[in-house]
């Protein structure tokens, strides 16, 4: 069991260009989520996969924002046209929806537009 | 809307201290409650969870108490260490265990020598 990994863990990038951050999530874990967390705050919900579906969109995910779950394993995060409020830690978590529902991060990917 | 909140948003005590952490939700049906803990840059690292049905956790220094009725959990820390310094978050997802989980702001903890 090697964790949720996130890659990249930094990503800097000027204004309109596109980011896309990856996640593999713990092997067995079927469920994956996305969550956004800019300074001071908590968490927020972006999407989140039941292997390849996607089955919750936040309205925070704007029409740049797409994610992917090809096979069910891992999954992408990209990010169009990106602007300066898109600036966040995005943060991957993974949970086996049979069991507890205990949610498992990754060490998140921090984006920083210029 | 579940809306999570945590009080205080900052804690500081000496070494040694018991400390008790808040965290308090508006919708009691959830199907369980985390609370992590997250170092400054880094991803959340869970520390307990509480399944709805339970009334609390423990592990090792740290106690969680889940009260759905009055919809509030609380993280007891014992004896608390300069390393213990972090953020404390706490979650909630919905009663199905599907979808969004929805996290507090957290509480600063600065333990001093």
């Known amino acids: 069991d090697t964790g949720v990994s996130q890659n990249p863990r930094h990503k800097i990038t000027k204004r309109g260009q596109n980011v896309t951050f990856r996640c593999d999530p713990i092997?067995?874990?079927?469920?994956l989520y996305w969550y956004r967390q800019t300074l001071g705050q908590g968490p927020e919900f972006l999407t989140y996969f039941q292997n390849e579906a996607q089955l919750e969109k936040s309205r925070l995910l704007s029409d740049r924002f797409s994610a992917e779950r090809p096979k069910g394993s891992f999954s992408t995060l990209e990010i169009q046209r990106t602007e300066q409020g898109d600036s966040a830690m995005y943060l991957c978590?993974?949970?086996?929806?049979?069991?507890?529902?205990?949610?498992?991060f990754g060490e998140g990917s921090r984006l920083t537009v210029l | 809307k579940q809306e999570v909140t945590q009080i205080p948003a900052a804690l500081s005590v000496p070494e040694g201290e018991n400390l008790v952490l808040n965290c308090s939700f508006t919708?009691?049906?959830?199907?369980?409650l985390q609370w992590f803990r997250q170092d400054p840059g880094k991803g959340l690292t869970s520390l307990l969870l509480?399944?709805?049905?339970?009334r609390e956790q423990t592990s090792g220094r740290l106690n969680a108490s889940l009260d759905k009725s009055s919809g509030r959990s609380t993280l007891y820390i014992a004896a608390s260490q300069p390393g213990d310094s972090a953020t404390y978050l706490c979650?909630?997802?919905?009663?199905?265990?599907?979808?969004?989980?929805?996290f507090g702001d957290g509480t600063t903890l600065t333990v001093k020598p």
């Open positions: 092997s067995e874990h079927n469920r």
């Open positions: 919708d009691s049906a959830i199907y369980n």
């Open positions: 979650a909630a997802p919905g009663e199905t265990n599907a979808g969004k989980s929805t």
């Open positions: 509480i399944q709805s049905s339970q």
């Open positions: 978590a993974s949970s086996l929806s049979a069991d507890t529902g205990e949610l498992f």
